[in-house]
């Protein structure tokens, strides 16, 4: 898989978002207690210290930053009236941490990176941006244009979040890390969910077939597919598996057909193409 790597620049610290809230204090506190309720308090008031050493730290002022925007097709779907800078995610960390997006160097996704290495050639980077492997983060850091995120994930990166990291062993962290200091966060892919193969049912019950139970069944019910010509309007082509033309997925995997390629024991992403059925070409 091709991994994506989140690179704060400047304000590394606002964008390690979390995932736990403030709970009620009992009447009686222990000395403990106390002074937790009060760096909570500090977090509900907003100054610049408890912003600098919470996860949930609202700045005192509104904070905005540059983000190297990586756009979508059709505004990527945004409801009317929404905009890169203005929507319900936007509108929420500003109500939270009172920070705001400025998007600039605004990219479609297949010129992003060749975009980006102009940026990093001018030096001429946003606050925060996402870069696409570590090739290109070892030259940011050789060049010294990234902070040092040490600090900012032990202090400002939730007890949840840290979970997750953890749960992959320290190789991750370790793999953004030079000299012993963290340089970026790496994206933990925890949002995408399992990767699925999607079929017609409508086209399986038309064919009077039965639901797979297996992924031969899957292979069978997409060749019929493509025998049956399902979907194909007159001079097209018959395609029995819709799949990114690439295959095998990026972040997300959406429509990569990685499931088939573990299944016979092959990482196409990772150099190994050992496959066992030759009827691939689906």
Not at 125 to 140: C, G, T, Y
Not at 161 to 167: A, C, P, V, W, Y
Request: aromatic share 8%; hydrophobic share 30%.
């Amino acid at each position: 898989m091709k991994s994506k790597w989140k690179l704060p620049v400047i304000l590394g610290c606002i964008i390690s978002l979390s995932g736990c809230g403030i709970s009620n204090q009992p009447a009686q506190k222990t000395a403990s207690e106390q002074k937790s309720s009060t760096a909570e308090e500090n977090v509900r008031t907003g100054s610049w210290e408890s912003a600098a050493q919470s996860p949930y730290g609202a700045y005192p002022e509104l904070v905005t930053y540059t983000l190297g925007q990586m756009s979508g097709t059709n505004n990527s779907n945004l409801p009317d009236g929404n905009t890169y800078e203005d929507n319900a995610y936007t509108r929420y960390l500003k109500k939270i941490l009172n920070i705001q997006n400025e998007n600039i160097y605004m990219e479609s996704e297949d010129r992003y990176d060749e975009f980006v290495n102009i940026l990093i050639k001018d030096q001429t980077l946003p606050d925060v941006l996402v870069i696409s492997d570590r090739d290109m983060l070892k030259e940011l850091v050789e060049n010294d244009l990234v902070e040092d995120l040490t600090e900012v994930y032990q202090n400002c990166t939730s007890k949840r979040i840290k979970e997750m990291f953890e749960s992959y062993g320290s190789g991750l962290l370790e793999s953004v890390k030079f000299d012993g200091k963290l340089r970026a966060i790496p994206e933990t892919v925890t949002d995408h969910g399992p990767r699925l193969m999607w079929l017609r049912k409508d086209w399986i019950d038309e064919l009077g077939l039965e639901e797979p139970k297996t992924l031969e069944d899957a292979f069978d019910i997409v060749e019929a597919f493509v025998q049956n010509r399902m979907g194909t309007a007159e001079g097209e082509e018959p395609v029995g598996l819709v799949c990114d033309t690439d295959l095998v997925g990026s972040t997300s995997s959406s429509y990569s057909v990685d499931p088939v390629f573990d299944k016979f024991g092959s990482s196409p992403a990772n150099g190994s193409t050992r496959m066992e059925r030759s009827s691939m070409d689906l």
